[in-house]
């Protein structure tokens, strides 16, 4: 887990903990992790130290002060989710059946607990200047969501939801909206002030799975909401009101809206030469094979998932959306079309460029400091959009590193990259002479 600058990481290696530094490389480094430990990456701030989430216990590390570390543990209570404060001064852990939070401080060693936790998709959100927190909670059968102040974890605001089975809260970026959204089994999305008072509901259908996902532009003038439908509703911040909506077809029919591919390299022979298939010896041992964009021409039609009727959590509706940093884009997944992204331009409401994998994608996320995108599928690449083009890029390294997920440092020049046991850092170069999908600010304009 990184701490909150992301200026250093922390893994297990083996019986030893590695770090690396955020600066520049000129490779990418790796480190493997133990099955047994849980890694993950964060969006945080101060760089004090490393933390390594083992199934039930909490240890932290000084990169300032090598000799100093700390163990954290839950006791019989158990531990299920970890995560840091805004600050980087402390620890939130959560116990087994959510009976509590407990808020661990790494510079009084005082301790603090928060009670009735929700059990539920995403029931904290912190706001982006770090001073407020949001956790939802159940209470006697009830919705609640409690305010909390950072700084002293003091309670600010409790007040109930009109939610039947919260599912998810999250702060716009200005800090003033609070979104509440409810369970799939009911479309309402709720809109709360910083002293509980409801602003708005929304609701788009009824008798129908409802809410999948849910994004803030940063300028916390939009609110995407994702549904099962298939749909995405963008909702503005003056009266609430859905403004448009965009569908995702199976099968792309205007001219205007570019269609990227995913196509394996063809290598090219010399006169004369025959291309023969691998030896069986070799052919485990093969390395993947190069790939690149190709542009089609419409009518595209794009490869779509039948959902399993009768199976819980149908593979349908937008799984992922996020808003690039300028809030000129918007990409989305659908789950349904498991292998496409589909990139919306904001400013005109329509769909912008749409790019097909030869594999689902797994994860996608936003350069912090310009409006490029990057994707992974599970395999070892990592695939980058600007406006200006696409790219395909091998994840360097020995061995098959498959990326499951993905993460942007702040300052946007590197990325984090996780598999299944390893972590990668990769760095990307800015200099004039990179290629036009590592694009810099004001591309798009």
């Known amino acids: 887990m990184c701490t909150p600058s992301r ?12 770090t690396s530094s955020g600066r520049r490389t000129p490779s990418s480094s790796c480190a493997p992790c133990t099955s047994g430990d849980r890694f993950s990456l964060t969006r945080v701030r101060s760089c004090v130290v490393g933390l390594r989430f083992c199934p039930l216990r909490i240890q932290v590390w000084s990169l300032e002060q090598p000799e100093w570390h700390c163990r954290i543990d839950e006791g019989s209570a158990g531990l299920v989710a970890s995560c840091w404060s805004p600050d980087g001064r402390h620890i939130l852990n959560t116990t087994e059946f959510h009976l509590r939070i407990t808020v661990w401080s790494l510079c009084t060693k005082s301790v603090s607990y928060i009670k009735y936790p929700k059990a539920c998709q995403q029931g904290v959100s912190f706001t982006r200047d770090g001073r407020y927190m949001a956790l939802a909670e159940r209470r006697d059968c009830q919705d609640h969501v409690s305010v909390f102040v950072c700084s002293d974890w003091q309670l600010l605001r409790h007040f109930d939801t009109e939610t039947q089975d919260l599912a998810g809260i999250e702060w716009a970026p200005n800090g003033c909206v609070l979104a509440v959204w409810d369970t799939c089994l009911e479309y309402k999305v709720l809109l709360y002030s910083l002293d509980g008072r409801l602003l708005s509901a929304y609701c788009a259908y009824e008798w129908s799975l409802g809410i999948k996902s849910v994004a803030w532009s940063p300028s916390s003038q939009f609110l995407a909401i994702g549904s099962y439908d298939g749909k995405v509703r ?21 001219p205007k809206i570019v269609v990227y591919k995913e196509a394996e390299k063809t290598p090219r022979l010399a006169p004369g030469r025959l291309a023969f298939p691998p030896p069986r010896a070799a052919a485990g041992v093969a390395s993947p094979a190069e790939t690149k964009y190709e542009i089609a021409s419409v009518p595209v039609s794009l490869q779509t998932l039948k959902p399993v009727a009768d199976r819980a959590n149908p593979k349908i509706g937008i799984g992922a959306l996020a808003f690039s940093p300028d809030s000129y884009f918007l990409a989305t997944r659908s789950d349904s079309v498991p292998n496409a992204v589909w990139i919306w331009d904001i400013q005109k409401l329509r769909l912008f460029v749409v790019l097909e994998q030869l594999s689902p994608v797994r994860s996608f996320q936003w350069d912090p400091q310009q409006p490029r995108l990057a994707i992974c599928t599970g395999g070892g690449k990592v695939y980058l959009w600007s406006p200006a083009g696409c790219v395909s890029v091998q994840v360097p390294g020995e061995g098959d590193f498959q990326v499951l997920s993905l993460c942007w440092h702040l300052n946007g020049d590197s990325l984090a990259l996780l598999s299944k046991d390893h972590f990668c850092l990769c760095f990307l170069e800015t200099e004039d002479r990179v290629g036009t999908a590592f694009g810099r600010p004001g591309d798009h304009t």
């Open 7 to 18: 200026s250093f990481t922390c893994t297990r290696a083996w019986t030893r903990s590695s």
């Open 234 to 254: 963008i909702l503005n911040h003056v009266t609430w009101k859905m403004i448009t909506e965009f569908g995702h077809p199976a099968t792309i029919n205007n």
